[in-house]
C-alpha cells in the first residue's frame, strides 16, 4: 500500500480546460504527483462522436496506466459522458476512474433540492443528456433547463479571453429562453471556468454559477483518504505536462495556471 501512495494522478482533457480541476486538485493535494494530458490534436471533444471520444480515451488511458497512475480522473464533461463506463471497465482494477458529472451531481443534490437549475456545455454533453437523467433519479424535484454552447470551449482555447467577441457571444448564449429563469448554472464544461468572471457579471449575482473544479477536487480527496491512498511525502508533488499536439495557447495557460516555465512532452496518439 505504501507504494501506491507514491503513485500519480493522472488527469486527461481535450485542451487547456482540465487544467482548472488540476490546480484545484494542486491546491488541496500539494503532495500528489499528477500527470496531466492534453489531447491538444482532438479538439474540441465537444462535436466529435461518442466512438472517436471514446477511442481518444483509452488511448489516453493506456499512457496513463504504463505511468502506473492511481487514479485517472476524466476531466472533460464530454468525455465523462462519452467514456466513462467503458474506462470503468477497461481499466479494471488497475487504477480508480473519476469523472467530473457524478461530484457536481451530488452539490446540485446537497444544495438545490426543488430548485430550477440551468446547464451549459458542449453538443456532446447537452445531447447525451447525462446530467439530465441523473438529475431526474436524484427524485429532488429539480428541474434542469439545458442549453449548448459550443462556441465556447474553441474561443476559450484559442485565447478569446477577456475578448468583445466572446464576451457578444456568451451574451447570446445566456440570454436564450432555454435557460431563462434559472438560480444557478451549471458549467458543464471544465473550459468554462476560465471564464467564469464573465458569466457571473452578466448574472449581476441573481444566478449562482456553479463550478465543478472544487467538487472535485474534494470527491478525490475523499476517495485517496477513504482508500488509505494518500501520498505521505512532505515535498512538493511533480507536476507533468503531456500532449498529442503542441499549441501556443496550452504552453501560455500551464505557465499561467501554476506559475512556472512548464515543459510540454509530446505524445501523438496515432504514429
Known sequence: MHLAKQKPIGIFDSGIGGLTVMRAIRKILPNEDIIYFGDTAHLPYGDKSTEAIQSYSIKITNLLLSKECKVILIACNSASAAAY????????????????????ISLIAEKYVNKTIGLIGTKRTIHSKVYEKKIHEL?????????????????IEEGYLNNPILHQTLADYLSRSEISGIEALILGCTHYPL?????????????????????????????????????????AGKSSFFVSDYTQSFQEAATLFFGENVRLEYYPLWE
Open 85 to 104: 463506463k467503458l474506462l470503468k471497465e477497461y481499466v479494471g482494477s488497475k487504477a480508480n476512474v473519476l469523472n467530473v458529472i457524478d461530484p457536481m
Open 139 to 155: 427524485g429532488l424535484g429539480i428541474k434542469l433547463k439545458s442549453l449548448a454552447t459550443p462556441l465556447l470551449a474553441p474561443m
Open 195 to 235: 471564464i467564469h468572471k464573465d458569466i457571473e457579471a452578466f448574472y449581476q449575482g441573481e444566478v449562482a454559477i456553479l463550478d465543478s473544479s472544487q467538487a472535485v477536487a474534494n470527491s478525490l480527496y475523499n476517495l485517496l483518504a477513504s482508500e488509505n491512498l494518500l501520498n505521505s511525502q512532505t515535498k
